[in-house]
């Protein structure tokens, strides 16, 4: 049997742990065609959420479409993805397509032969930048006016959202919010990571997309519900497991999906080797992902200084202490305080760290921690 907890891809089907209520709650929102701001940090699970619950609104009988805006550098490439995704998920003949793209002004109609013979259609925007936001913003009027004759609703997620400032701009956002305020056959998702970003997009009087929509905060996966998914996998793999483990590795792993999926699969691919799970296992597991990562974090290690290291291995032994503290300084012989604070800065610049809500620094990847407790070893 393979391993069945996936992680760094997009799990679908079976692989997928519980997020019931998140499915749920988003369907209705997707059926009345709302506009929903999707929030949590990175790893959290937004991007799978998002394609199991495109798959079960597809099967309700919407037009769904995906864009990452990861994957578009400039705006005329966001522009042209637009018209073409959001085109194909409403008609799926070639020759109506191919009809459609040509019929756009602002976009150019690429028609590329595959190896099987069959034509697929694409576009690109036709001459400088300054046609990039023309471009958008008659796909999107597009796509509304495509919908109401297909008589079909759409709905549409826009992941990574937080990265639409690097495309510069307030008229963007102005422009862009006109336009979806004009749709009455489009449902909109947009997600990101970048918490900031997200919610001053959202909820500053001054932007753009101020009270454009709900804001979900995504929170871990219920603890029960991942629980009985976990138990459930490792009892088909034959393995015998204590439910008390699994609270374990959900407690190692931060409640982060990322990081519980990495330590099971670790845990199902050593309890193959050990035919048995045993306590001491799973003690071990997040220093056996630490070494796996370890070329990583050894290239993170030398780009912080040796007051940085410091403070890091720190916080590696102590991760609940409150670094501005006095006993956290003298136990560890490192401060003052304001020079912690430039450390604190400085790495979570470079990723090492990040600020969480509540004004406490966590390590960005929690397998980090282990790998410097396991360099003082
Ligand atoms: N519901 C889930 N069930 C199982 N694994 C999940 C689930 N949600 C997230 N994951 C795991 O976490 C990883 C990161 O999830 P992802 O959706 O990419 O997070 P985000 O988009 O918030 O950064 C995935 O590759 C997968 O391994
Ligand atoms: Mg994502």
Not at 182 to 192: A, D, E, N, R, T
Request: glycine content about 6%; aromatic content about 10%; overall charge neutral.
């Amino acid at each position: 049997m393979e391993n069945p907890f996936k992680y760094g891809v997009i799990v679908r089907g079976p692989y997928f742990a519980d997020r019931q209520n998140e499915v749920a709650e988003l369907t209705g929102e997707m059926q009345s065609l709302s506009r929903v701001f999707l929030v949590s940090p990175r790893r959290f699970g937004k991007t799978c959420l998002i394609y199991n619950l495109l798959d079960a609104l597809h099967e309700k009988g919407l037009a769904t479409a995906y864009l990452d805006l990861n994957a578009y550098p400039d705006l005329r490439s966001f522009a042209a993805a637009f018209a073409q995704v959001t085109s194909k998920a409403l008609e799926s003949d070639t020759k109506k397509l191919l009809k459609i793209f040509a019929g756009l002004k602002k976009l150019r109609p690429k028609v590329s032969l595959g190896l099987d013979g069959s034509i697929s259609g694409g576009l690109e925007v036709a001459a400088e930048e300054k046609q990039a936001l023309p471009a958008l913003l008659e796909g999107m009027s597009h796509a509304e006016a495509l919908a109401n004759k297909k008589k079909k609703n759409l709905v549409l997620v826009i992941d990574e959202f937080s990265d639409l400032p690097k495309y510069d701009g307030q008229i963007l956002e102005k422009a862009m919010r006109s336009e979806i305020q004009q749709h009455s056959h489009v449902g909109y998702i947009f997600s990101g990571s970048e918490e900031s970003v997200m919610l001053s997009m959202a909820r500053d009087k001054k932007r753009a997309f101020y009270k454009m929509g709900r804001i979900m905060d995504l929170g871990p996966i219920d603890r029960v519900s991942y629980t009985g998914f976990i138990l459930e996998w490792f009892e088909k793999g034959r393995f015998k497991i204590e439910k008390e483990w699994i609270e374990k590795l959900l407690e190692l792993g931060m409640d982060v999906p990322h990081n519980i999926q990495r330590l099971c699969h670790a845990l199902w691919d050593l309890a193959r080797e050990n035919t048995h799970i045993s306590d001491s296992l799973v003690q071990e597991l997040p220093f056996v992902i630490a070494r796996q990562d370890s070329p990583h974090f050894e290239l993170l290690w030398h780009t912080a200084s040796t007051q940085q290291q410091n403070l890091l291995i720190a916080l590696a032994r102590d991760p609940e202490a409150k670094p501005f503290s006095g006993g956290f300084q003298l136990t560890h012989g490192i401060g003052p305080s304001s020079s912690i604070k430039a450390s604190l800065d400085s790495l979570a610049k470079k990723n090492i760290l990040m600020r969480t809500k509540e004004g406490a620094y966590r390590f960005h990847d929690v397998f980090m921690q282990y790998w410097i407790l396991s360099l003082q070893e």
